[in-house]
C-alpha cells in the first residue's frame, strides 16, 4: 500500500477500535484464505467458572439431573454442580476442593483462578502450597500440607503413573458439554474430577458465519481436548475437521505454519501468551485487546473491544484501502 492509502485505512479504522501496527498491514490483510481463532480468552469470554465438582463415588454415577429432574428439568446446561448422588458428598467435595484450589494457588492460569475463586466462593479453607511447579499446557503439580497434588490433564496424570481411567466416563460427559475437565490426584490416587465453563462472545457464532460466506475457512485452534474444542465448534458452526486441538503452547506456531504450508494466507487471532508465536507466524495477527501484552506485542492487529467481529472490519478495511491503490 502507498502511505496515504495505509494512513486512510488506520485512521478510520483506530476510530472503530481496531488499532493497525506498521504500514503493510493493511496490503497483507488482503486476499486472507483462513482465520484461525484461538478457543479460550478468544472465541470465549475466558472467564471460566468452576461448574462441577465429582469425586470418585460419582465417577459411575449417571448424570444427577439426567434431563428429567422433578422441578429442575430445565436445568440440564446450568452452570450448577452436577454429579451423581454421593455419600459424604459435602465433605468430600470440600476435601478434594480444598487440596486442588490450594494447589493452583501458585498458578496464574485462568482455569487456575476459576478453580481458587470456586473453592472460596464454596466455603473452602485454602492452604498456601509449599511446593509447586507449573507444567505448561498439562497442569500443575504441588505439594499441600504434606500431600503430593496434582491438577490437570489425562498426560500429566498419565505421566505420575496415576490411571486417570476410572475418570473417563465422567470426563467425557463434562467435555461433551464443552466445559473443560481436569483431573486431580493426591499421593498417587485418583481423587476426582473439576470442571470449568466459559461463555462464548455474543459475536462469535455470526463472525464465523460471515466469515464463510465470503469464503474465508474458519479453524480452531486449542490446548483444550478435542472432544471439549468440537462440542465449542459445533456450537459456533466450525467444521470438525478445522479443529486443532490438544496444541502445546510451543507447538501453537508450528500449527500455523502447517496450515499456511500449502500457501494459505492465514490470520490468527488470540490472545494469551501462549497464542504469542503464532501470531507471529501467521501471514496476520491479531490480538484481543485485553489480552497478554506479549500477545498485543506479537500481533499486526489489536481488537480493542475485544469483538471476534472486528476481525471482519480488518478484512473490510484492507479491501477498500486496496481499491484506492489500484
Ligand atoms: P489453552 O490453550 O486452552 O489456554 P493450555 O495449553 O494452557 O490451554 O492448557 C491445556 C490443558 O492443560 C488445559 O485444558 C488443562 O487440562 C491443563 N492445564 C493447564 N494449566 C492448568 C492448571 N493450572 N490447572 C489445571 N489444568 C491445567
Ligand atoms: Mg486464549
Not at 488482503?30 to 472465541?43: C, N, P, Q, W
Amino acid at each position: 500500500a502507498t502511505p496515504a492509502a495505509t494512513m486512510v485505512g488506520s485512521t478510520i479504522s483506530a476510530r472503530n477500535g481496531v488499532l493497525f501496527k506498521g504500514s503493510d498491514v493493511l496490503e497483507q490483510s488482503r486476499g486472507i484464505d483462513a482465520v484461525v481463532f484461538d478457543k479460550t480468552g478468544t472465541l470465549t469470554h475466558g472467564e471460566m467458572e468452576l461448574t462441577d465438582v465429582v469425586t470418585p463415588t460419582g465417577f459411575d454415577q449417571p448424570r444427577a439431573d439426567g434431563g428429567v429432574t422433578p422441578g429442575n428439568a430445565d436445568d440440564t446446561d446450568s452452570a450448577v454442580t452436577d454429579r451423581g448422588p454421593t455419600l459424604d458428598a459435602e465433605f468430600d467435595d470440600q476435601a478434594l476442593l480444598g487440596a486442588a484450589a490450594s494447589a493452583e494457588r501458585g498458578s496464574e492460569h485462568p482455569l487456575a483462578q476459576a478453580i481458587v475463586d470456586g473453592a472460596r466462593n464454596r466455603g473452602v479453607e485454602l492452604s498456601t502450597p509449599e511446593t509447586f511447579e507449573n507444567v505448561p499446557g498439562h497442569g500443575i503439580r504441588a505439594t499441600v500440607d504434606g500431600s503430593a497434588v496434582l491438577v490437570g490433564n489425562r498426560k500429566l496424570l498419565a505421566d505420575a503413573d496415576v490411571a486417570p481411567d476410572p475418570a473417563t466416563e465422567v470426563m467425557e460427559r463434562l467435555e461433551r458439554e464443552g466445559k473443560t475437565a481436569m483431573l486431580v490426584a493426591i499421593d498417587g490416587e485418583l481423587a476426582g474430577v473439576l470442571a470449568t465453563a466459559d461463555k462464548v462472545r455474543e459475536s462469535a457464532k455470526t463472525t464465523i458465519k460471515s466469515l464463510q460466506d465470503r469464503g474465508v475457512d474458519t479453524l480452531l485452534l486449542t490446548g483444550d481436548t478435542e472432544r471439549t474444542a468440537r462440542a465449542v465448534a459445533g456450537d459456533l458452526g466450525i467444521d470438525p475437521e478445522n479443529v486443532r486441538a490438544g496444541v502445546l503452547p510451543d507447538d501453537k506456531a508450528d500449527a500455523i505454519e502447517a496450515i499456511q504450508a500449502d500457501g494459505t494466507r492465514a490470520m490468527m487471532v488470540g490472545d494469551g501468551v501462549n497464542d504469542a508465536p503464532a501470531l507471529m507466524s501467521a501471514h496476520v495477527g491479531i490480538a484481543i485487546g485485553s489480552g497478554t501484552d506479549v500477545a498485543i506485542e506479537s500481533a499486526d492487529v489489536t481488537l480493542m473491544r475485544d469483538d471476534p467481529a472486528d476481525v471482519l472490519k480488518v478484512l473490510n478495511v484492507a479491501d477498500a484501502t486496496i481499491e484506492k491503490v489500484y
